[in-house]
């Protein structure tokens, strides 16, 4: 689906299909320039579910560097439009990283906490690099003490649905990016 599919329940559109493929497509450049002097090795990919799913699978087909997808999942407890702050891992990884270079792959950095987590768990493995790639990044990621490398897009502070983003399960199909409308949570 895209933005016009579900105008009604977002207040803003903030990014189309083509606008985030086109940013992507950018990085994925500058990430084939990092890593080629480091070609001994596969590229390990560590997407976060479930909503890294889309940047993966666009990240991963417009890079020329060879890379292995391999993913995580954390779960945060609680559910709806704010994150709980507690975390748990729910699933791990199927290779050892010890050595090897990892570029982890984030839907959005929000307050960080689910990134700091993540980046402090993989570098206790004794990977040879651990980098950060995030579709989306909020102005409160500013306070998150993890180096940010690769950057779609700075977004407001408001809650956004697509690309991989949900709100109850709804919108991931979405292609494009928009804020989600609050008279949608207010339906429940
Ligand atoms: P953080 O730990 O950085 O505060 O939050 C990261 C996680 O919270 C993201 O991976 C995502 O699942 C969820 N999240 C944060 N902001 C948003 C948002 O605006 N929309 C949606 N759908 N999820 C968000």
Known sequence: MDIADVASDLSQALYSDQQIQDRIAQLATQIDADYADRADQDLILVGVLNGAVMVMADLARKLKTHCQ???????????????????????DLSVDVTGRHILVVEDIIDTGLTLSYLVDNLRSRGPASVEVMTAFRKPEAIKCPVDVKYVGFDIPAQFVVGYGLDYAGRYRNLTGLGVLDPKVYAQG
């Open 69 to 91: 997808m391999e993913w995580m999942a954390i779960s945060s407890y609680g559910s709806g439009t704010t994150s709980s702050g507690v975390l748990r891992p729910l699933k």
